[in-house]
Each structure stands twice: as structure tokens, then as C-alpha cells.
């Protein structure tokens, strides 16, 4: 009997190899594109809770300091103390916060500031900036920030109490 000596491999080793080696590379390019819409979704949501954590700060320092306060469905305005920053004496000044298209903007009468949300976003996510109001006692106005991106995933869903109304009747 000879022995046969076989070089090199049969077809249908080859394309057991071939098949193999698509569904590991399909494979890994799969969770190579969750992976990465993961981190983008995890950056764009630190980067909104960035942007809602500053205008928050801002809203609240503004809001302890204030004398007047008038609240709309876009709008806050505000009769703030402050101290100058050249005499350091106090002085009043009138502070707007408006709801814009994906931002929302804070003006006093030298000085613009904008907290933007929808620059941190693609153009078919989902971003709602509103300011609404309560009606049961003890209740008040209320920032509320929604984002999601277009696949549904929540990124941001914020709901701070500006003011705190008490509607009870005195005894």
C-alpha cells in the first residue's frame, strides 16, 4: 500500500476557514459599534448633566440673592443683589433667564451667558427644555431637562424646583 502524501488544504477546508473567520470579524466589528455608542452616549450624558449642574448653580445663586421673581412658561426674571466687582459695594440688577431653542440663555445688562443643550446633541435626538409650574399646595415652578438620542435611550431627565410656592390658606 502507498501512503499518500497530502500538501496544502481541500476546498471545503478552506471555506470552513473563510466562514470562520467572517463571523469572528462581523463579530467583533458588532461590539466594536455597541462599545462605541455606548462611550458616545455616556459622553454626551456627562456632558448635559455638565451643562444642567452649571445652570443650576447659576439658577439657584441667582435665585437666593433675588428680591422679585416673575416665572413664565420660557422665562425668569429676576431682581438680583449682587456685590460690583470693581467697588465690591451691593447693587440690584435685573437677571432673565430665557428658554431658547436648545438652550437656555441667562442675560443681565452687561453680560450673556448660554447654557446650550442642543450642541451636545445629533440632529435626531431628542432634547425638551421647559419651565412648569405645579398647582397643588406647596408646589412651585420647576426646570425640567429631557434628552434622548435617537434610538430611545434616555440620556438626561432633570426635574429641579426653582421656586416653592405654598398655596395653603392660613389658619
Excluded: W
Amino acid at each position: 500500500m502507498q501512503s499518500v502524501n497530502k500538501k496544502g488544504f481541500s476546498l471545503a477546508e478552506l471555506m470552513v476557514a473563510f466562514g470562520l473567520a467572517v463571523f469572528v470579524i462581523g463579530l467583533s466589528l458588532y461590539f466594536f459599534y455597541q462599545a462605541n455608542t455606548t462611550a458616545e452616549d455616556l459622553s454626551k450624558r456627562q456632558h448635559l448633566l455638565n451643562v444642567a449642574s452649571s445652570l443650576t448653580r447659576a439658577l439657584k445663586k441667582d435665585l437666593r440673592s433675588s428680591t422679585e421673581a416673575g416665572v413664565s412658561t420660557n422665562l425668569i426674571r429676576l431682581q438680583v443683589n449682587q456685590l460690583d466687582d470693581k467697588s465690591g459695594l451691593p447693587e440690584c440688577k435685573r437677571v432673565v433667564y430665557e428658554v431658547a431653542a436648545g438652550e437656555i440663555v441667562r442675560r443681565e445688562e452687561d453680560f450673556t451667558r448660554k447654557f446650550s443643550f442642543s450642541s451636545l446633541l445629533k440632529p435626531d435626538d431628542h432634547l425638551s427644555l421647559a419651565i412648569t409650574h405645579s398647582n397643588p399646595a406647596g408646589s412651585g415652578f420647576f426646570l425640567e431637562i429631557y434628552a434622548e438620542n435617537s434610538g430611545g435611550v434616555e440620556l438626561i431627565r432633570l426635574k429641579e424646583r426653582l421656586v416653592k410656592i405654598d398655596i395653603t390658606k392660613p389658619r
